[in-house]
């Protein structure tokens, strides 16, 4: 009968300890993953440049591999939405709901085209907020990495779409 009161009172301390020293709470650590190639706009053509994902204790921000210069800043608490895709047949599904949003939101008008048309298997993520997004294609060794940590600072469930492989 005694136990009783002393785990509730060891529960107790330990939520009040977590409350008045945030030291104490476990944090989210930073975290890197490299295997990520990020779609970029060049005049009219969209190309892949290699990146590195920075997941850091407010923001994920997508920094080039040479150079290492910092491409986009995403808060997460700005971040809206999150999608996830695998697929080998051509995506004209995505591609044309790319399409559609572009009228509100033109450039996705210039990654709806490319993606369109992919046959390829890939692993494929965008990043979205209101006035903002990104479209990521990740390695598969990291995206069973990316997806969940992404999810856990951003408290939004990623949306996956085709196989899961």
């Known amino acids: 009968m005694r136990k009783k009161p002393i785990a509730t009172g060891l529960l107790l301390a330990v939520v009040i ?8 709470a476990q944090k989210t650590r930073n975290e890197v993953f490299d295997k990520v190639e990020l779609l970029v706009k060049n005049g009219d053509d969209v190309s892949e440049k290699s990146v590195r994902l920075h997941f850091e204790e407010d923001a994920v921000r997508i920094v080039a591999v040479s150079g290492g210069e ?8 700005d971040i809206r939405r999150a999608e996830y895709s695998y697929s080998k047949s051509p995506r004209w599904k995505t591609g044309l709901a ?16 490319p993606l369109g048309f992919s046959k390829h ?9 209101a006035g903002d997004y990104a ?3 990740l390695g598969k060794r990291h995206r069973k990495l990316i997806l969940p940590a992404l999810e856990a ?3 939004i469930v990623v949306d996956g779409r085709g196989d899961d492989k």
């Open 121 to 129: 298997r890939r692993h494929w993520l965008t990043i979205g907020t």
């Open 135 to 137: 479209v990521l294609k």
């Open 98 to 113: 790319l399409g559609a949003a572009s009228v509100v939101f033109p450039p996705l008008l210039l990654v709806a085209l």
């Open 70 to 77: 910092t491409l986009r800043t995403f808060k997460y608490a």
């Open 17 to 24: 300890l977590n409350a008045v020293f945030p030291a104490f």
């Open 153 to 155: 600072r951003t408290g």
